[in-house]
């Protein structure tokens, strides 16, 4: 039991490090564009409970868009914000800052028994590296209430549970891992598409009683059972980007989990320490030797390939890493050889940690820019808050905090289904032609515009747009020179990195 309370301590201690960042002047920040967005839809749903949110209304406005985000999470933040509301009076804003390191807790909690019932070896090492490493730290950290937390639960039990019925013949078990990966289906149609693909290839291949064998009849069973519910509950139809429309292409480069994860940069040694280098090599002993499942000797260099088209993928190499790596380690004949190598190889990850925890004059900088600039956004937000419907235009990536923080539709937001309205936001910012600019303003029903840095921003939107920005773009004018803006807007609100404007009503 001491082990066990040892091990949640250090798990939520790396999962709440940021707490200084969420928790500003009273309120509750997230850590990113799309938390907002889905702490809007988990909104929604607190408010008119029985709400399944299959269009938004509030980005990409008038139009809105069609999203990939599902219920379960947009319900279990609403279930735990029922749970705190007798004990705080912002029980949604601590449901959505406190529900990834709860999953992540959840997560380490299944695997710590997993691992113990069976009599893992090295399963401290496993534990330690689910428990520190820093994407996976990422992914349920404190203040991100997003799907992919929920997903690495999911996941972590489906693959746990297709470990165990290589190994035995478990109707319990294959049950777990039907309703595993029939829930993580209903989270996300991408990351356990692929990783259940991999599955059923490798037990085509390697494993084909686990199609036919009795036992594992009743899973498959759940888990179409649960495909069946959510498509009936959900009801919309499967969309996939076209990366050749709209700037598509431009905008997600922008964007960190979309750019690659090189195979020789040094970040996967911050990740995961010097196991990156030593897993392929006790892979192949493991192979030969037939001590690790097959499962894993496909899905971790899958997951590590990925990763180097999309670093959204490392988290889920980590993950299995993490699972597999007891039984790499049992290919070691020497246990102290053994686990010098597991102290070595954590040596990165702390000295990432290290670097984290005492940040430089420079970061500790950055990081208060940013709480300073989450609290002004805020305020500007207050200011459209109002009975009325005011659209805005405003950057993309605050455009979803200013949503929800207004209860009022933004032009732009920060998903790929709206990018049609990102792209408009970025054109409007970017434009030297006033009437060019009207007439996005026009015609996407806009009532305020928020300005914000003009650097940065024509920066952005030159990059999403794929052409330089002009000499003296709108977003200049708006940023620094309120009296020479266009007739049609006046001056609202400022502060320090934000400037409301509203639409100016003619006689």
Not at 269 to 293: H, S
Request: some cysteine; overall charge positive.
């Amino acid at each position: 039991m001491a082990g066990l309370i040892f091990f949640s301590i250090v798990l939520l201690t790396a999962r709440t490090s940021n707490f200084q960042n969420v928790f500003v002047d009273g309120g509750v920040y997230f850590t990113d564009a799309d938390c907002y967005a889905r702490m809007t839809r988990a909104r929604i749903c607190f408010e008119h409970p029985g709400s399944v949110i299959r269009h938004h209304d509030f980005e990409n406005f008038p139009i809105g868009t069609t999203p990939h985000t599902t219920v379960p999470l947009d319900y279990l933040i609403g279930a735990l914000a029922v749970a705190l509301a007798r004990a705080t009076a912002q029980p949604l804003d601590l449901a959505g800052a406190f529900v990834s390191p709860i999953l992540g807790l959840l997560g380490g909690w299944f695997f710590w028994w997993r691992s113990g019932r069976t009599r893992m070896r090295y399963r401290a090492a496993a534990l330690v590296l689910y428990a520190v490493s820093p994407i996976l730290v990422h992914g349920t950290e404190l203040g991100r209430p997003d799907h992919q937390s929920l997903l690495l639960l999911l996941l972590l039990v489906a693959i746990c549970a297709e470990c165990t019925l290589h190994a035995e013949r478990s109707r319990a078990w294959s049950i777990v891992s039907g309703a595993a990966w029939g829930l993580s289906l209903w989270v996300s149609l991408y990351e356990p598409a692929v990783l259940l693909g991999i599955t059923l290839l490798v037990y085509s291949a390697w494993d084909r009683r686990q199609f036919l064998a009795e036992h594992r009849r009743t899973g498959w069973l759940v888990l179409a059972g649960i495909v069946v519910l959510a498509a009936l509950i959900e009801r919309r139809p499967i969309s996939w980007p076209n990366f050749s429309h709209y700037d598509l292409s431009h905008w997600s480069s922008t964007i960190g989990e979309f750019t690659p994860a090189r195979i020789f940069d040094p970040v996967w040694l911050r990740w995961c320490g010097f196991f990156v280098i030593a897993t392929p090599l006790l892979a192949w002993t493991g192979r030969k030797r037939a001590c690790v499942p097959p499962l894993l000797l496909w899905i971790l260099p899958v997951t590590f390939a990925l990763a180097t088209w999309q670093a959204r993928w490392a988290c889920y190499f980590v993950l299995a890493l993490a699972i597999v790596l007891p039984a790499l380690l049992r290919q070691i004949e020497r246990p102290v050889t053994a686990w010098a190598l597991v102290i070595i190889s954590f040596l990165p990850i702390a000295a990432g940690w290290s670097a984290t925890l005492q940040p430089n004059e420079s970061q500790l900088e950055t990081q208060a820019r940013a709480r300073r600039e989450a609290v002004e956004a805020r305020a500007v937000a207050v200011q459209l808050r109002s009975g009325e419907r005011i659209p805005f235009l405003a950057p993309w990536w605050i455009s979803p905090a200013l949503a929800y923080w207004s209860a009022q539709p933004a032009v732009a937001g920060s998903s790929h289904e709206g990018i049609a309205g990102i792209d408009d936001s970025a054109r409007f910012f970017l434009s030297s032609n006033f009437e060019a600019a009207h007439a996005i303003f026009v015609r996407r029903e806009a009532r305020a515009v928020v300005s914000y840095d003009s650097a940065r921003l024509t920066t952005n939107s030159a990059m999403i747009v794929g052409r330089a920005a002009p000499v003296a773009p709108l977003a200049q004018l708006l940023d620094r020179y309120p009296s020479r803006v266009p007739g049609y807007l006046q001056l609202g609100y400022q502060n320090g990195g934000f400037k409301l404007y509203r639409a100016r009503k003619f006689p």
